[in-house]
């Protein structure tokens, strides 16, 4: 099975931080990879699918890129509402479908 | 608006069982594929179980609920089911029930109902 390593596990960032969150995939996985983005007490939300396309209606300061089996996800300028873990999962054609082990951002 | 809201859980005996459902509205739930996924304590997220859209039916599970675990659906009350099994401590967990969409991510997500193994 594919494996999602996820880096950092934890991130200190300021609100108007520019911040970066890294997932590699264990095999080249195109751009089968979607974000999620959890706060604390709540449901996952979709942020991005396909390696870089945001889903409606999440603002753009969130974007994804590709880079052979590294997927990046930056916050263009970090806002309150945005420290919270990010998950990123590979959308492969068959089961499972695997989810990296979050990475943690928090207020510094 | 697409909503999706769980219900069922609770606190069961090792070895127990438990029928989580999840109700839909705003779309039609026979339309798309659905999952089960959950997250034990202070833990990331687990993919449990997934049904295909109506035509097809076809069934996946994750190899840690295989053969205890069976997740249906009601087109008709435009709901989904997970039945849960010889249940482990191993299994508690929050679980939500999700939106599949063609290329395998999840869109739509309900608020998750917690399910405790313990005795």
């Known amino acids: 099975d594919i494996q999602l390593t996820q880096s950092p596990s934890f991130l200190s960032a300021s609100v108007g931080d520019r911040v970066t969150l890294t997932c590699r995939a264990s095999?080249?996985?195109?751009?089968?990879l979607a974000w999620y983005q959890q706060r604390s007490g709540a449901a996952p939300k979709l942020l991005i699918y396909?390696?870089?396309t945001l889903q409606s209606g999440v603002p753009s300061r969130f974007s994804g890129t590709v880079s052979g089996t590294e997927f990046t996800l930056t916050i263009s300028s970090l806002q309150p509402e945005d420290f919270a873990t990010y998950y990123c999962q590979y959308l492969s054609s068959f089961p499972p479908w695997t989810f990296g082990q979050g990475t943690k951002v928090d207020i510094k | 608006d697409v909503q999706l809201v769980e219900s069922g859980g609770g606190l069961v005996q090792p070895g127990g069982s438990l029928r989580l459902s999840c109700a839909a509205s705003g779309f039609n739930l026979s339309g798309y594929t659905m999952n089960w996924v959950r997250q034990a304590p202070g833990e990331g997220l687990e993919w449990v179980a997934h049904i295909s859209s109506s035509s097809s039916r076809t069934l996946h599970y994750a190899d840690s609920t295989k053969g205890r675990f069976t997740i249906s659906r009601d087109n008709a009350k435009n709901s989904l089911f997970l039945q849960m099994n010889s249940l482990t401590t191993e299994d508690t967990a929050l679980y939500y029930c999700?939106?599949?969409?063609?290329?395998?991510?999840?869109?739509?997500w309900g608020q998750g109902t917690l399910v405790t193994v313990s005795s």
């Open positions: 999700a939106r599949g969409r063609p290329e395998n991510y999840f869109d739509s």
């Open positions: 095999q080249d996985i195109s751009t089968f």
């Open positions: 396909s390696g870089s």
